[in-house]
């Protein structure tokens, strides 16, 4: 679907594309794949080094999979038997998100660390793996991805400057986000991070009870749309899949809101459509896709 959008957006070689809500990588990947030079920018230091590793760990394909291939060689790994010392470079990162998953895996869904921890860095390798052969097949150039950890709220300081970007293509947390911080608590406190400065800008986090949080996130979020808008070239999309998410069945954001909130910073809205979500438990029923494009 991302790659739909960015195709509408008719992103290629020498576009700038920005997610400004990165999470764990998804337009990065695909605007990369595309030839265009990406930046992402999210609050969270998890999602930075996870995407930094989808977009640049087929670079070092060749030797990651060596040093999978040897740390499998165990058949009853255990993420005490790997120290990140005797590695650098891509192959370093690629092994430090395999033992953050794995960490998850174990803590916050009690699963067999030694079996995780293999079939983590037996999945990862396989993607890496086939990203690389996707270059190579077609012969693509990918573009240069720039990940930063910031804050939507002030894109400048990402270094982004005003009226430079083709396209952003993104995905905001909900008025009720899941609590991103407290279910990569293990993940963030291996990287040494305090979980209350990241959940203090953590859009959707803020606020006692439903109706302080929403008015909270309302704010922040207009806050965004205008740093969105400020970035774009004129007539430069802005591509945005969002939730009319609802709390206690009452309170909630709509997409209207939301659409009303783009226009004051100068976007205008060119089509809204549904998106089916799958799954049953998802709670998020109602998704929209948003196009918009900058005035001018
Ligand atoms: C719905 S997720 C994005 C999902 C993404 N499209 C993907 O493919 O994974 C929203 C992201 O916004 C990030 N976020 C929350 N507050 C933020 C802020 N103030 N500035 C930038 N990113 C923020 C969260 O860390 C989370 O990764």
């Known amino acids: ?123 990862m390798l396989e993607s890496v793996i086939a990203m690389k052969k996707a270059v190579d097949e077609f012969g693509l150039e990918p573009g240069e991805p720039r990940l930063v950890r910031g804050d939507v709220r002030n894109l400048g300081k990402a270094k982004i400057l005003p009226g430079s970007v083709d396209a952003i293509v993104t995905s905001p947390p909900y008025s009720i986000a899941l609590d991103y911080v407290k279910n990569d608590k293990h993940a963030l406190q291996a990287l040494g991070e305090d979980l209350k400065a990241i959940r203090k800008d953590f859009i959707g986090l803020k606020g006692r009870g439903a109706k302080e949080r929403i008015s909270i996130y309302n704010e922040d979020m207009r806050v965004a749309f205008d740093q969105m808008a400020l970035i774009l070239k004129p007539g430069a999309h802005l591509m945005m899949v969002v939730g009319d998410a609802t709390v206690g069945g009452e309170e909630k954001t709509s997409t209207d809101e939301m659409v009303t909130w783009a226009e004051t910073s100068g976007l205008l809205l060119e089509r809204k459509m549904p998106k089916i979500v799958f799954g049953l438990y998802n709670i998020m029923s109602d998704e929209k896709i948003l196009f918009f494009r900058r005035k001018g």
């Open 1 to 123: 679907m991302i790659r739909a959008l960015l195709n509408i957006a008719k992103v290629g070689k020498g576009s700038l594309v920005v997610d400004p809500f990165l999470g764990s990588g998804t337009t990065a990947v695909e605007a990369i794949l595309l030839g265009a030079d990406f930046v992402g920018v999210d609050v969270s230091p998890l999602c930075v080094k996870l995407s930094k590793v989808k977009t640049t760990a087929w670079r070092s394909a060749d030797k990651i999979k060596e040093a999978v291939q040897r740390l499998l060689g165990n058949p009853n790994l255990q993420k005490s038997d790997i120290s990140l010392d005797n590695f650098s470079g891509g192959v370093r990162e690629f092994i430090e998100i395999a033992l953050m998953v794995t960490a998850s895996d174990v803590e916050v869904r009690d699963r067999d660390e030694s079996r995780y921890l293999a079939k983590n860095l037996e999945k």
